[in-house]
């Protein structure tokens, strides 16, 4: 059984430009949620993704948008980068129902952007 | 008022300390009361979860919830360097995995 993977690792935009971030959810899992974790900050709700539908956002503007494929695998998209864009994103995977409901996340590495 | 507020830090112990971790809430419609660890560079893990008011143990674990002070707390019983780590508190109102996340308390436990 693998576990919820990011790709990039690391990665390095300048402002104005656009990112995608990548997930895969781990294996039965088929909802998708994105955090984005500024430095010496606890995680901050994006949105959530469940059977390829958005099913709640976070306090985050339209810039930042996702999307979930019939795998269950995720994207983040981040349009017009800002430098306070800057920050370790994560995604996490639940198996949904009341698993999901409960709080139980398993959460990735995540993607740490640098916006200069 | 933030929804969640966390003790800062850092906080630094010696080997065997014991440790208390504490968080308190604003929202009553919070229902699901949960401790992450993250290890530096590393995704936060879920150590605890309740979703009562009352304690809950897991070896040298204790997760605390008092819902009508709006207070939970963790306690680390015979701290080990591996402990160290960022400890966020999160709680949940159960309509959908938005987790709300206190601000993470930085431990360092000293051999």
């Known amino acids: 059984e693998t576990g919820v993977t990011q790709s990039p690792t690391h990665l390095i935009k300048t402002r104005g430009q656009q990112v995608t971030l990548r997930c895969s959810s781990q294996s039965g899992h088929n909802t998708v949620s994105w955090y984005q974790q500024a430095l010496g900050q606890g995680p901050q709700f994006i949105f959530q993704y469940y059977r390829e539908e958005e099913n709640g956002r976070g306090n985050f503007p339209p810039r930042f948008s996702g999307l979930q494929f019939p795998n269950y695998s995720s994207e983040l998209n981040v349009n017009a980068l800002e430098l306070d864009d800057s920050a370790l994103y994560l995604c996490?995977?639940?198996?949904?129902?009341?698993?999901?409901?409960?709080?139980?996340?398993?959460f990735g590495e995540g993607s740490r952007l640098t916006v200069l | 008022q933030k929804e969640v507020e966390q003790d800062p830090g850092p906080l630094s112990v010696p080997e065997g300390a014991i440790v208390s971790l504490n968080c308190t809430y604003s929202?009553?419609?919070?229902?699901?009361f949960m401790w992450y660890r993250q290890y530096s560079r590393k995704g936060p893990e879920l150590l605890m979860y309740t979703y009562s008011s009352g304690n809950k143990e897991d070896g040298r674990f204790t997760a605390q919830v008092d819902k009508s002070s709006k207070y939970i707390s963790l306690f680390i019983r015979d701290s080990q360097p591996s402990d160290s780590a960022t400890y966020l508190c999160a709680i949940n109102t159960g309509a959908n995995s938005k987790l709300t996340f206190g601000k993470g308390i930085t431990l360092s436990v000293r051999p």
């Open positions: 929202n009553s419609a919070f229902q699901y």
């Open positions: 996490a995977s639940s198996p949904g129902g009341l698993a999901g409901v409960s709080g139980e996340l398993f």
